[in-house]
Every structure is written in C-alpha cells, then in structure tokens.
C-alpha cells in the first residue's frame, strides 16, 4: 500500500522559513517524479514544485520561483520543500504526490499517489 505522509507544516510569520518534508513508503520511490502542490481556502489545488527521479532537474511556479527549493533525499525515501520569505498568499494545505511517468510534472491529473496534506499558515 502506497503512503505520502507530510510533516513540517504549522504557523509562521511572514517572511520566515519552514521545511516541509514527505516520508513516502510501499514504491520505489527512486521511479518516481515527485511534485508540491497547494490549495488555499475557496481556490484551486494549485503546482508548487517537482523534481524528477534522479533529483537533477526540478520544476517550480512563477509564484514561489526563488523563495522555494525542492531537494529528495532517495535513500530515506523523502522530499522535501524549503519555503523561505513566507508570504501570506503562501497559507494554503500543501500536498506532496508521486507520479511514475513524469512527463508533465506541473499537472495534477498525471500524479498516482497523493498524501493527506500539511497546512502552512502565514501571519501577518
């Protein structure tokens, strides 16, 4: 059985930093395309960031482009996302996901697996 499991999230202040990681177990994770994504209140889920299988190409949004960094750790089976110069546009559950294709990395339709979520909070 495949599981994502996000951890990381909480509240912040603007313009701080929080880490974000998901433990993922029952695949190779090594075969899989690993992408962030995020839905705020009343909005669509919306493409943060991916990284491809071997960690040497990686995908973000013009909207966190410079402020994110997505690294994979394929050893211990985690992603992680490092959010620096938190705003508050950035509050929203933030997913990770594993696609096995990797085509299209930016699109939710092409993911396999989904986990439960984080919420990140940013206060004013």
């Known amino acids: 059985q495949v599981q994502l499991v996000e951890s990381g999230g909480g509240l912040v202040q603007v313009g701080g930093p929080l880490r974000l990681s998901c433990l993922a177990s029952?695949?190779?994770?090594?075969?899989?395309?690993m992408g962030w994504f995020r839905q705020a209140p009343g909005k669509e889920r919306e493409f943060v960031a991916a990284?491809?299988?071997?960690?040497?190409?990686?995908y973000y949004s013009d909207s966190v482009k410079g402020r994110f960094t997505i690294s994979r750790d394929n050893g211990k089976n985690t992603v992680y996302l490092q959010m620096n110069s938190l705003k508050p546009e950035d509050t929203a559950v933030y997913y990770c996901?594993?696609?096995?294709?990797?085509?299209?990395?930016?699109?939710?339709?092409?993911?396999?697996?989904w986990g439960q979520g984080t919420q990140v909070t940013v206060s004013s």
């Open positions: 996901a594993a696609d096995a294709i990797g085509r299209r990395p930016m699109e939710a339709s092409r993911y396999d697996y």
């Open positions: 029952g695949l190779t994770f090594s075969g899989y395309t």
């Open positions: 990284i491809i299988r071997s960690g040497s190409s990686t």
